[in-house]
């Protein structure tokens, strides 16, 4: 299957208001995407469009093979991870559960264990924690760990189930330099484990290697799509963030400047 996600002419309306307005948008095999856009336009609701907990208004979506309408959601699901902010509103099920059970849990997409646990899915979680270098948490209480480590358990956690897709929403918001970095390998690590990345992030320095293409949005509109060396220019990352931004490559990551040191009080006059 060369394409994994497909969206043709997509809408989707809230309230009479368009939040996405006619996306097309394809995700190919062995691509990792990033989805860059200011608040509010519209990153969320389009990750919850591929994982099938919005059905769009008008268009057509095709995730894994499977058309929207046609498809078996619950087993679709099963094929793609979604680490994001919201998991921490069930941080309090996790208080007892060590590292081995919360990565372990991933096999049943919940956060308890549910059903029978092999021999088999615990020697899984054990290489997942080695391979992402995370054997040094063996035997730990979840809730003792760093905001980091967490993060890094929980991306463990959603490779369990070999998803073709990984949807990562923000999964560096709130970490120190070197937490973030942390994450930020063992998101490189993922190539590894044959399944399609789907960033979300505020800060264009998280691209790194592993990325191979960037989706612009704004307003629920695509501004541009494609490979993120021809995506990430001055002109369509200002088009993007409503102002002047300069971006520059180092240790091949992208990094952005404010234009003109603009103060917050400028903003309102400034065109794109
Ligand atoms: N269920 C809903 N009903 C009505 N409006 C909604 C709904 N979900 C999202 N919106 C609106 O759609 C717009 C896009 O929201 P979305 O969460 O997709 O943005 P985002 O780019 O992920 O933002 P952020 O970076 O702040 O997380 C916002 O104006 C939001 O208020």
Redesign the pocket.
């Given at each position: 299957m060369n394409n994994i996600v497909t969206f043709k002419d997509v809408s989707w309306k809230?309230?009479g208001?368009d939040?996405?307005s006619h996306i097309d948008w394809e995700l190919k095999k062995d691509e990792h995407w990033a989805i860059l856009?200011?608040?509010?336009?519209?990153?969320?609701?389009?990750?919850?469009i591929v994982a099938g907990y919005?059905f769009p208004s008008t268009g057509k979506v095709t995730v894994l093979g499977n058309e929207f309408g046609k498809a078996n959601l619950p087993e679709l699901r099963k094929d793609i991870g979604f680490v994001s902010s919201s998991l921490e509103r069930f941080t309090h099920i996790l208080e007892n559960q060590t590292v081995e059970e919360i990565v372990v849990s991933g096999k049943f997409a919940s956060f308890g264990l549910y059903d029978k646990v092999y021999e088999k899915d615990w020697s899984k979680a054990d290489n997942l924690l080695s391979s992402l270098r995370l054997d040094y948490l063996r035997g730990k209480k979840y809730i003792l760990l760093s905001q980091g480590e967490r993060k890094r358990i929980l991306i463990a956690r959603a490779l369990m189930s070999n998803p073709s897709i990984l949807i990562l929403?923000?999964p560096c918001t709130g970490l120190d330099l070197l937490s973030r970095e942390e994450v930020l390998h063992v998101m490189n690590e993922i190539a590894k484990y044959n399944c399609h990345l789907l960033y979300?992030t505020?800060h264009i320095e998280e691209i790194t290697d592993i990325i191979s293409h960037v989706l612009l949005?704004r307003d629920?509109k695509i501004v541009a799509s494609g490979p993120k060396q021809e995506v990430l220019t001055d002109e369509l990352l200002s088009e993007t963030y409503k102002m002047p931004v300069k971006i520059r490559w180092e240790e091949n990551r992208p990094w952005i400047t404010i234009k003109n040191n603009i103060r917050m009080a400028n903003l309102e006059n400034i065109n794109i």
């Open positions: 809230r309230s208001q939040i996405l856009g200011l608040n509010g336009s519209g990153k969320t609701s389009l990750l919850n919005h929403d923000e979300v505020h949005i629920g």
